[in-house]
């Protein structure tokens, strides 16, 4: 495995595994075993004559509040060891010096997607987003990419981003990777208090119940309510949106007969948890 710094390092490390396939994972560091599952995912994808890329980037671009920026763990070595550990052929690690000149003046904006769920909360988020993996798309230039699916509105813009630019890039939506008790993987959650932490599986109760509840007939309305009240009950929690959606437009669900998200993010203590479940009526 190698381990590119800059941008030229990079370049010369990938230019000998061009013309195969070239699978990037962009990650924010502080990998978990979620980000181990997205890599597993592309070694497999890649297959012995393609190559992984990963990135290791944590993107102060995306971040709307700066106590979140400065609080998000940063374990680089213990990255680069998981990376190893997963088949990575090359790791991108650059600085946001290195990342971005200090005068850059150019965005990329989604202006649809990004209007509902976390965008609305989060002014600016899915912008930095689609900044920052725009640029690690033109700088691997990757044939295929991998994101998870508990960032399913990440994911959704991105893929309209993909579409809306002519990115000839395949992205792979990979699924939630969960503790045994539910609590879904993420870099977070090892701010969460002992209190908090017992709490936090609350959220995927919360969401299957939901889903019977939808599958079985109860109204949008209700079923987000219920979630709504039942994460409210927990002490120190307060939930910051419960949205019942079309799965593609993340607007207003108003066929039934497509696929519905249901998208949740609450506070836990100052821990922003998100989690979501795809829905269906029964048929
Ligand atoms: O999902 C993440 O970790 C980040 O948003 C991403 C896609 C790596 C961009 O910084």
Known sequence: MQTAYSKEELRNMLAPLRGGRLVLVPTM???HEGHASLLRQARVLAGDSG???????LNPVQFDNAGDLSSYPQTPEADLELCRSCGVDVVFMPTPEVMYCADRSVTMEETHLSTVLCGAKRPGHFAGVCLVVSKLFNLV??????????????????RRMVRDLDFPITLHGAE?????D???????????????????????????EASAAYTNGASATDVCVAVQRSLEAI????VDYVTLCDAETLHELTDEKRLALLAVAAYFGDVRLIDNIELTRRA
Do not use: C, M, W
């Not at 539910?182 to 299957?208: D, F, M, Q, Y």
């Open 182 to 208: 539910g609590l879904a993987l993420s870099s977070r959650n090892v701010r969460l208090t002992p209190e908090h932490r017992a709490a936090a599986p609350s959220i995927r109760k919360a969401l299957l």
């Open 141 to 158: 230039q990757p044939t295929d990419a991998i994101f998870g699916k508990k960032d399913y509105q990440q994911l959704a813009i991105l």
């Open 235 to 238: 002490p120190g929690v307060r």
């Open 51 to 57: 190559s992984v890329v990963a990135s290791v980037f």
């Open 29 to 31: 560091g502080a990998l």
């Open 176 to 180: 939630i990777v969960r503790e045994a």
